[in-house]
């Protein structure tokens, strides 16, 4: 039998799942890994609302832990290198879904901080302070991440864009 904090945890899980894919995908760049990772960091807001009993900004909570869950996944020794049977082909981007690629692979060459920043801040549409608070960082490491991401990431689509 499920109680009204139960109610609202399972609306949650059904409301804004979609939201937390898109932002899991632009963190990691694969959709397999972002469905796990949606899967990983929702299970810990389940646990963490029936644990702590009321969760009174569920919105925060699931973010920070996305977030946290994605930064921790990166830090383990498996996910430092990958093996690739053929090198993988750069095309130039000639399209909306190219450029798009070419952004998903910019990303990709950030540090999880960094973007997890500018997914906060830029997808997510997050005030500084409301991404400091998420990530647990003071506002002026949250602009050095922002601006070093970005200045990686023109950096980058620029290679890939010319």
């Excluded at 009204?4 to 632009?26: I, M, N, P, W």
């Excluded at 095309?91 to 879904?97: G, K, L, W």
């Excluded at 608070?133 to 490491?141: F, H, I, K, Q, V």
Aim: positive net charge; glycine residues 6%.
């Amino acid at each position: 039998m499920r109680t009204g904090e139960d109610d609202a945890l399972h609306d949650f899980v059904e409301g804004r799942r979609t939201v937390l894919f898109r932002s899991a995908y632009l963190l990691c760049g694969d959709r397999h890994e972002a469905e796990d990772l949606v899967q990983s960091a929702l299970v810990k807001v389940v646990l963490g609302g029936r644990r702590h009993g009321r969760l009174d900004n569920i919105e925060a909570y699931a973010r920070k832990t996305l977030v946290n869950t994605f930064i921790a996944s990166r830090r383990r020794f498996w996910r430092r290198e990958q093996a690739y049977a053929e090198l993988p082909d750069r095309q130039m981007a000639t399209s909306d879904t190219e450029t798009g690629l070419v952004v998903r692979e910019a990303l990709a060459r950030l540090t999880p901080k960094q973007r997890a920043v500018l997914v906060l801040r830029y997808w997510e549409d997050l005030s500084v302070e409301a991404t400091a608070e998420a990530l647990g960082m003071r506002t002026n490491t949250v602009k050095s991440h922002a601006a070093r991401g970005l200045a990686a990431l023109r950096a980058g689509m620029a290679e890939e864009l010319v």
